[in-house]
């Protein structure tokens, strides 16, 4: 039975996360000396927004402590079953109508203002956007996952994220190089782990998504899988679990059992393999209180600065060009999902607002 979302704090369940996240890195880190200073740094800078945020919990304004940011739309690559070239949200080549980096500085300053410690940068491919990364990495106070499928990764990259320790780079990578290449391409596979090797020479931090299938949940969680990105020196793995954004990939989408199944391996791997940091997205939301998406935990600008409940559900009803990030949080649409039940509703797997999206649609027409 779902626990009662009135009787769940969300704010304490996310500052938690935030603070586990900082000391597992910590831990992680403590053998790489100028690593370990950016991470006391930024602990104490992420209690600070903690902090901020509790305040404005207090006077009743709600601040999720993740922001995802695509930055651009344009990729170079077209990988098996992308949620987001079948939602149309990555294309080839990048219309001129997306978000400059003079506005997403803006958004930087005002999510450090707000208190927001992770800004999670995607696209598309964010290499490709040089100049918003050179404009993160500014905002020391907030760390930048920056999803990349890594194969833009070159020499002034590797300069920038060892002068801005806030940029961390996490390469998309989905097991070995059989079923790595066979969804993102031949050849990527040995490109990631030569980024790998080169990264663990220049004492860089690094962290590996990996997008979580039926099809191989069973390698990519095992231990020989993560063994291989620990000796490489990978400090952060992500599971992200396969959304399907069509009905012919639904089989693909991790059931109960195998959600299950990865936490507690995730909850194992914590525990016996500290020196890497182990996340899971969306994780249980059972143990959560429900999705978190629409601001209770995170909510997603695209690159044209729509505001969007999540990555995986690309409704808007608000641009962040012609608002602020605090205003765009009490959206109609913001607003009825986090007043509403859909959020709290159990889903086969995957992304609830995907599976009542209709829903979400009726919302967005203000039905």
Aim: charged letters at 30%; proline letters at 4%.
């Amino acid at each position: 039975m779902r626990e009662n979302k009135d009787s769940f704090d969300i704010q304490a369940y996310m500052t938690a996360g935030v603070e586990r996240i900082v000391k597992e890195a910590l831990q992680a880190t403590f053998r790489n000396p100028k690593e370990s200073l950016f991470m006391v740094k930024f602990a104490a800078a992420s209690r600070a927004a903690s902090r901020r945020r509790l305040e404005a919990e207090d006077a009743g304004e709600h601040v999720p402590p993740f922001l995802i940011a695509s930055i651009t739309s344009e990729c170079n690559l077209h990988c098996a079953g992308c949620y987001s070239r079948c939602n149309h949200a990555t294309v080839d080549e990048a219309p001129v109508e997306q978000l400059s980096a003079e506005e997403w500085a803006r958004i930087f300053t005002e999510a450090d203002e707000m208190g927001i410690s992770f800004i999670l940068l995607a696209g598309g491919e964010p290499l490709l956007r040089r100049d918003i990364l050179e404009a993160a990495g500014r905002h020391s106070n907030i760390l930048f996952p920056i999803f990349t499928n890594g194969t833009f990764i070159d020499r002034k990259y590797f300069e920038l994220f060892d002068q801005k320790r806030n940029l961390l780079p996490v390469m998309s990578i989905e097991g070995e190089r059989e079923i790595t290449d066979a969804r993102r391409g031949k050849g990527v596979y040995d490109r990631l782990i030569k980024n790998m090797d080169e990264f663990q020479e220049r004492g860089l931090i690094f962290g590996a998504s990996v997008t979580v299938t039926t099809e191989n949940i069973r390698e990519v969680s095992s231990q020989d899988f993560l063994k291989k990105l620990s000796d490489r020196g990978c400090k952060v793995v992500i599971f992200v679990e396969f959304v399907p954004v069509t009905e012919e990939s639904s089989e693909l989408a991790p059931g109960d059992a195998e959600r299950e199944s990865l936490r507690q391996e995730i909850a194992r791997l914590r525990e016996e393999h500290p020196e890497m940091v182990y996340i899971s997205f969306p994780g249980d939301e059972k143990s959560s209180g429900g999705c978190v998406a629409a601001g209770r935990g995170f909510f997603h600008i695209n690159s044209h600065g729509g505001a969007e409940p999540c990555p995986f559900s690309p409704y808007s009803d608000v641009n962040i060009k012609n608002t602020s990030l605090k205003e765009a949080m009490h959206s109609p649409l913001f607003t009825a999902l986090r007043s509403g039940e859909i959020l709290m509703e159990d889903h086969a797997g995957g992304c609830v607002l995907y599976e009542r999206r209709e829903q979400v649609e009726a919302l967005l027409a203000g039905k």
